[in-house]
T-cell receptor, first 112, second 113 residues
Framework: GNSVTQMEGPVTLSEEAFLTINCTYT??????LFWYVQYPGEGLQLLLK?????DKGSNKGFEATYRKETTSFHLEKGSVQVSDSAVYFC???????????FGSGTQLTVLP | DTAVSQTPKYLVTQMGNDKSIKCEQN?????MYWYKQDSKKFLKIMFS???????INETVPNRFSPKSPDKAHLNLHINSLELGDSAVYFC????????????FGPGTRLTVT
């Protein structure tokens, strides 16, 4: 079956630091990959996505590249801000079930 | 306009009660979902409806019953509430014909005392 393994948190960084949150997956077929973000007290929002190997998703300074050879989709940002403090979820979707499989989430706290 | 809305946002109730959570989407999507998020932020799919037809029904107690009166609405009814039902419940929707991307509601925080 499908599964997503995400770097455990919490992660605490100073403002302007470099961020990497690791995500690896196991899936049958050719999954689509996603990063969702959940700000405190809110629902999940799609941050970025990639639908095929070597695609790079990007949004709000965040990037992630779909690496089929390493089955990874690591999230990166060059300079984090306090407003980036949130929980980040890696997810994949494949097959006819149209179901998202989520990782366990990584809590990010950015200190001023 | 809110794309996916849920009511209520907070729900505090006692064990043994029956409660409902409502969800509406105005995106014209054909598929809707219910997720449960526990205190450690872990997300678990509970149900999925496509054009009012149940297509995903994960292992949840049969005290939980989804109802989809039309494509834009998916309600969750919970009977005989238990302490372990305390969680945040999220509704989501997608247009599966074109994308796996799901749009989430703001969540309903259920507290059972």
């Amino acid at each position: 079956g499908n599964s997503v393994t995400q770097m455990e948190g919490p992660v605490t960084l100073s403002e302007e630091a470099f961020l990497t949150i690791n995500c690896t997956y196991t899936a049958t077929g050719y999954p689509s990959l996603f990063w969702y973000v959940q700000y405190p007290g809110e629902g999940l929002q799609l941050l970025l996505k990639a639908t095929k190997a070597d695609d790079k998703g990007s949004n709000k300074g965040f990037e992630a590249t779909y690496r089929k050879e390493t089955t990874s989709f690591h999230l990166e940002k060059g300079s984090v801000q306090v407003s980036d403090s949130a929980v980040y979820f890696c997810a994949l979707a494949s097959g006819s079930a149209r179901q998202l499989t989520f990782g366990s989430g990584t809590q990010l706290t950015v200190l001023p | 306009d809110t794309a996916v809305s849920q009511t209520p946002k907070y729900l505090v109730t006692q064990m043994g009660n029956d409660k409902s959570i409502k969800c509406e989407q105005n995106l014209g999507h054909d598929t809707m979902y219910w997720y449960k998020q526990d205190s450690k932020k872990f997300l678990k799919i509970m149900f999925s409806y496509n054009n009012k037809e149940l297509i995903i029904n994960e292992t949840v107690p049969n005290r939980f019953s989804p109802k989809s009166p039309d494509k834009a609405h998916l309600n969750l009814h919970i009977n005989s509430l238990e302490l372990g039902d305390s969680a945040v419940y999220f509704c989501a929707s997608s247009q599966v014909q074109y994308s796996y991307e799901q749009y989430f509601g703001p969540g309903t925080r259920l507290t059972v005392t």
